[in-house]
């Protein structure tokens, strides 16, 4: 049977399964073996060289999903975004980047880049103009990530690789917030599409791993770079990782549902003073990220009044946990001023406008009533 035109779901569940050819069971057996037969083999099969029958049979279900020509695992998000850019990226060569992004990400290219010669400059916002003045003659690839964390930021992902196409640039976007259920960057011209796949493709906070989506060419040149690299993704994790991935299609769906209800009902709080998600009207990218997106994901953030202490706040919840990861089905806070952007220092922040009282909300697949009435009740705790 042809799989180019399953559903999402049918994809989740069968694309790229490995057949259990010597006793039919319904799952994919897990061939762990780092060592294989050289003689009379078509393909010289190695864990470093993505060809593991595990390996492969992941890599069609995510280029199933983003509907690009291949994929390929890795072992974290962050191997999957430094092989990328390491792929694309040589000394004296020039990257844009979106102002916005993920902290790891922004790291490596602010603290190690000018150690490979590798030249950057971040835009100042995430609009096209700022993208476009940045863009040299030795600007090789334009990086961007939407929606953004922790603000839901949404960059033009069509006028991205609009612009990158016109000038022979390759363009590579973060699809982590998304997921491939509810953005699928492939089909509006954006070259290398990569995830954490620690988030909505593992989905239950227990597997760190990366993915990348793009044509046959690209993933060949990201390829050649990753077996030197070597941050692959051991067989036991890539197969947990595919059992994830079958409930994938139903567990973003049931996020976003639960994020956009959440979202209203946290607006009509007289103890919240903002909420930031891409499906209400009142989020200034509304349009955009309904003509680009086919839901708004599960990420979203509120502000508490200025008299609330966000800490107090986290602590006092009891069925919403405050940690650092996201993207679960379990449903956690965090604080970005108090994490994620502390480093980046209070005035930074307030520029960037992080607020003190803003609270980051990976909205999980509980009953939305039972998230309320916690919400509520640790509100009542602090006041
Ligand atoms: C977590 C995350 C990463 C890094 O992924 P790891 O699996 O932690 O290496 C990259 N981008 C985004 C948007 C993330 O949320």
Redesign the pocket.
Known sequence: MKNDNFGLHTICTHTGEVEDQQFNGAVSPIYVSSSYAFEGVETLRYPRYFNTPNQEALGKKIAALEKTEAGLLFG??????STCLFAFLRKGDHVVVQNA??G??FHLIKEQFDHFGIEYDFTEDLEIPSFQSKIKDNTKVIYI?TPS?PLLRITDIEAIADLARKSNIISMI?N??ASPINQNPRALGIDII??????YLGGHSDI???AVAASKVHIDSIFEMGIKLGGNLSDYTVWLLERSMKTLGLRVEAQNKNALSMANWLMDLEEIDRVYYPGLPSHPQYDLAKKQMRAFGGMLSFELNQELDAHAFMQALQLIKPSM???GVESTVLSPALTSHKLMGEEERAKQGIKDGLIRFSVGIENTEDLQADIKQALNAIK
């Open positions: 974290s998000g962050m191997a999957a975004v992004i993920y790891g990400t990530e964390n973060d982590t917030f990569i995830h954490s796949a620690t988030k760190l791993a990366g990861s996201l993207a």
